[in-house]
């Protein structure tokens, strides 16, 4: 049997060896060849297309392996339909799953209840954790709390120096303390508003 190892983590600063590994293990302790490794690094599992998940589901289609093996469902999705139609795909080109942690295989009858079960309790528990977050929201918005990102002063004084210097947006974003992004939004608008009106009186 031929498997497919597939690891995921959402941040940069996340390393998948961990999971990589496990699979691993897995795979040599059934005797079974890895036939190959998808990880994607700094993704998170809400998007849909990712580059080494699309890959992996372009060699099921072409039956490079007989298994995916991840270590959680979420590593390959967050959403209920999202699994199923995975889950159906690979169906469809006769390559079974694997989870670890959950002991799903569906090869097997119990296997293809069970990752449907754990599916829907996966997204039951996403929807009850953002019901409870915009509830907590509400009730600080009602209670006069600021929510949001707080607000960055920016020298602007300081910021048309350093630039009229020479100095790159990017140096001068690092120089402030604030991103090259936030600084680019702020030139923008005082460009826009400096710029005289054209209509006659």
Known sequence: MRVALYA??????QHPDVQVEALKAYAMA????VAAIYVDHGVSGAKERRVELDRMMNDARRRH?????????????????????????LEAYGVDLIVLDQAIDTSTSSGRLLFGVLACIAQFERDLIRERTRA???AARRRGKRIGRP???????????????GASVSATARELGV?????????????ANAVPSTRSA
């Open 8 to 13: 995921r983590v959402s941040t940069t600063d």
């Open 151 to 165: 607000r960055v002063h920016i020298p602007m004084a300081q910021a048309t120096s350093l630039l009229a210097k």
């Open 30 to 33: 059934r005797q079974v060849e």
């Open 136 to 138: 907590g929201i509400a």
């Open 65 to 89: 392996f007989d298994a995916v093996l991840c270590t959680k469902l979420d590593r390959l999705a967050r959403s209920v339909r999202h699994l199923t139609t995975m889950g159906d795909e």
């Open 179 to 191: 991103s090259r992004a936030t600084l680019q939004r702020l030139l923008k608008t005082v460009t």
